[in-house]
């Protein structure tokens, strides 16, 4: 093998293993934008349904503490407290029209008015919660899915960069093999020649 020869062997297989070396940096830096892309549009997916999984969540709790006959959120709702004030208003004004506000009478009609009314509105008030439960189900269902994806996206831009990693590796391993075999037919040229 001639000096030259050996010589622009050794250069050439040098900056093969630099580029090589290069190569895999700006892959892995590649890599982990996109990686680091995917996470930013998980986070930011996740904080714009918080506010529905959170309202599911108290609608799921305010469910639980009527079925467990706590009725205090129910009965302090407004639209339960204004249906209630002005139904017992106008009953007070009918009664005090006929002279009888604090007659028995009146006090049976507000009781039987107050017990109807907490009937009739306690399914609707059940069933919002219901609805809003529901969107915090389909909610929490919905990022779910979104984390499956974001796992399944990262996972493969990270074996991505592990197979980038692997396949630098192995070019370096190669252009070493090749410098250290140029290299030796070098040093073996110029043996010679000082031999003979």
Known sequence: MSWIKAGVTLVGAATKYYGDKKAAAAQQKGYDAATAEQRRQFDLAREDQMPWLQAGQRALQGMEQLNGGNFSAFTASPDYQFALT???????????????????????????????????????????????????????????????????????????????????????????????????????????????
């Open 86 to 196: 002005e139904g017992l208003k106008g009953l007070d004004r009918s009664a005090a029209a006929r002279g009888a506000l604090w007659s028995g009478g009146a006090d049976a009609d507000r009781m039987a008015y107050a017990s109807g009314l907490a009937s009739q509105n306690y399914g609707n008030y059940y069933n919002r919660l219901a609805g809003l439960a529901g969107v915090g189900q389909t909610t929490a269902s919905g990022l779910g899915t979104l984390g499956a994806n974001y796992a399944s996206n990262a996972g493969r831009l990270a074996l991505g960069a592990a197979d980038a990693r692997a396949s630098s590796y192995r070019d370096q391993a190669d252009t070493m093999t090749q410098l250290v075999g140029s290299g030796g037919d070098l040093l073996a040229d110029w043996y010679r020649g000082r031999r003979g």
